[in-house]
T-cell receptor, first 115, second 112 residues
Framework: AQTVTQSQPEMSVQEAETVTLSCTYDTSENNYYLFWYKQPPSRQMILVIRQEAYKQQNATENRFSVNFQKAAKSFSLKISDSQLGDTAMYFCASLTQGGSEKLVFGKGMKLTVNP | EPEVTQTPSHQVTQMGQEVILRCVPISNHLYFYWYRQILGQKVEFLVSFYNNEISEKSEIFDDQFSVERPDGSNFTLKIRSTKLEDSAMYFC??????????FGSGTRLTVV
């Protein structure tokens, strides 16, 4: 069974600084995807970034980038130039290809960006 | 950009009542899902649906729950006799190829 662990329940950062959110996962599969979702107070689930496990290159999306360490089963999210609008819950999730391809989520981490 | 639409955004119901949560997935997606998030907790998988049948369901998805795709566009989650612990955000999602999930904005269900 897949598991996703986010060990930091809460973090804060000053506006314009860089912050890294950690995530580890466990799977016995070879083909999978990893995701970071943002959940603002509206509680909508917004995809931030995704990484295909077979790709060695770390995904980037504007101010968001990941550090994907496949052997260590680690998938951290780096947010550069933090903005007030980045304040939200962040969930790490994994998806195994094949079968129903359900998402397995971590417990989430609350990020607060301070002015 | 295509969206997954959920209605209603908020539903309040009395314990023991039946509720139906509605979703319109993205039109060319083939895989449909319901997830649940109890306040302050992580998002949990409930059920996946493909080719007009359930492909996987979690332990949470007991006999009180059912899903249906009554026509070509809607995808519904029914809870037959709601309990207080069913209070949560319910997210519908649909998926195309390549792991591309899209979530709806959720329905907040409050059971009183």
């Amino acid at each position: 069974a897949q598991t996703v662990t986010q060990s930091q329940p809460e973090m804060s950062v000053q506006e314009a600084e860089t912050v890294t959110l950690s995530c580890t996962y466990d799977t016995s599969e070879n083909n999978y995807y990893l995701f970071w979702y943002k959940q603002p107070p509206s509680r909508q689930m917004i995809l931030v970034i995704r990484q295909e496990a077979y790709k060695q290159q770390n995904a980037t999306e504007n101010r968001f980038s990941v550090n994907f360490q496949k052997a260590a089963k680690s998938f951290s999210l780096k947010i550069s130039d933090s903005q007030l609008g980045d304040t939200a819950m962040y969930f790490c999730a994994s998806l195994t290809q094949g079968g129903s391809e359900k998402l397995v989520f971590g417990k989430g981490m609350k990020l607060t960006v301070n002015p | 950009e295509p969206e997954v639409t959920q209605t209603p955004s908020h539903q309040v119901t009395q314990m023991g009542q039946e509720v139906i949560l509605r979703c319109v997935p993205i039109s060319n997606h083939l895989y449909f899902y319901w997830y649940r998030q109890i306040l302050g907790q992580k998002v949990e998988f409930l059920v996946s649906f493909y080719n007009n049948e359930i492909s996987e369901k979690s332990e949470i998805f007991d006999d009180q729950f059912s899903v249906e795709r009554p026509d070509g566009s809607n995808f519904t989650l029914k809870i037959r006799s709601t309990k207080l612990e069913d209070s949560a955000m319910y997210f519908c999602a649909s998926r195309g190829g390549g792991g591309g999930y899209t979530f709806g904005s959720g329905t907040r269900l409050t059971v009183v």
